[in-house]
């Protein structure tokens, strides 16, 4: 059986050094508000998203996170959102529920501007309590970890001209979970978001969305992803991603009607851990409310 305790050295980062807890997507294009509350009112109505991501799966211990965001449109040019999010690996888990406004403003015939803020409380946990160490009696990990709830902020700013070419930035938790003086060596370090996309028509029936995301965090080495997607008939999605040392995935998704739509992403480890597994999976179902 693979022990959670390599979980503990690949994926949490809890020994005395900085380490990187926010969670991530590979569906990131496809529902931006995790990262950024800029995105909050850029649909002309009401969107609901609900994602899963099962990373790694056969490793004890392997990270699961579930989301869920929605906004709405709220006069001519603001947008309301909410956030909340449950992610668990190893032995930490983290829970967070912000709600996001943002204010979007016509630049010139062609550009756009918009800038968000959010606002939430967020929790992080540390259960050693099944952990099974190769060497016993390690006081770092003696005793449970809690932040308890923690007030946290973030922000985004995105440039855009109409539903195609865009960059943004944001940073949406500004502030470290710290667990007080018994946690000194249990740190983390919140991350930048760089973005910018596109999109080509390839034909009448086809078109091409082009991305990539760019992650920044003290002392942590750069992660990007690139994504490309062809959309065939504005109902069926295709594409590949690849996640810079880590991973290669494979997307597929579906607009089941006017209401709905289903993403999903599986993907390949490349990384030393493809030994151990061969396997992630990500699940998204979107809900569009047009307006009236």
């Known amino acids: ?16 050094a900085w380490g990187q807890v926010d969670p991530i997507y590979s569906l990131y294009r496809f529902n931006p508000q995790n990262i950024t509350p800029a995105h909050v009112g850029g649909y ?20 699961k996170t579930m989301g869920i965001t929605a906004n709405l449109k709220w006069g001519k ?27 979007h403003v016509r630049l010139n015939e062609a550009w756009s501007f918009s800038g968000g803020i959010r606002g939430g409380v967020g929790n992080m946990t540390l259960n050693f309590a099944g952990i099974r160490l190769p060497q016993a009696g390690d006081e770092a990990f003696a005793t449970d970890r809690s932040t308890g709830m923690q007030v946290n902020t973030g922000w985004g700013v995105k440039v855009y001209k109409g ?24 740190k983390d370090s919140p991350s930048f978001f760089v973005m910018t996309g596109t999109k080509w028509p390839v034909s009448e029936k086809v078109t091409l969305y082009p991305s990539t995301l760019i992650r920044l965090a003290t002392d942590l080495p750069v992660s990007y992803d690139v994504n490309v997607v062809a959309n065939m008939n504005g109902k069926l999605d295709a594409g590949l991603s690849y996640r810079a040392g880590e991973s290669i995935g494979m ?17 390949l480890p490349t990384s030393q851990i493809s030994k151990m597994t061969s396997q992630s999976h990500e699940l998204a179902l979107r809900v569009r409310l047009a307006k009236k």
């Not at 059986?1 to 005395?16: E, Q, S, T, W």
């Not at 002309?44 to 990270?63: K, S």
Request: glycine share 14%; no cysteine.
């Open 1 to 16: 059986m693979k022990r959670i305790y390599i979980m503990l050295l690949l994926a949490v980062g809890v020994l005395p």
């Open 44 to 63: 002309e109505g009401t969107e609901i998203t609900v994602m899963n991501r099962q990373q790694w799966m056969g490793i004890e211990g392997a990270p």
């Open 77 to 103: 040019q603001k947008g309301l959102g909410l956030v909340g999010l449950l992610d668990e690996a190893g032995p930490m888990k983290t829970v967070h529920v912000g709600l996001d406004f943002a204010y």
């Open 163 to 186: 539903d195609g070419l865009f960059f943004s930035i944001s940073q949406p938790r500004m502030f470290r979970y710290d667990f007080g003086t018994s946690g000194s060596a249990y």
């Open 251 to 267: 997307r597929l998704g579906v607009q089941m009607s006017k209401l709905f739509y289903l993403g999903y992403v599986y993907e």
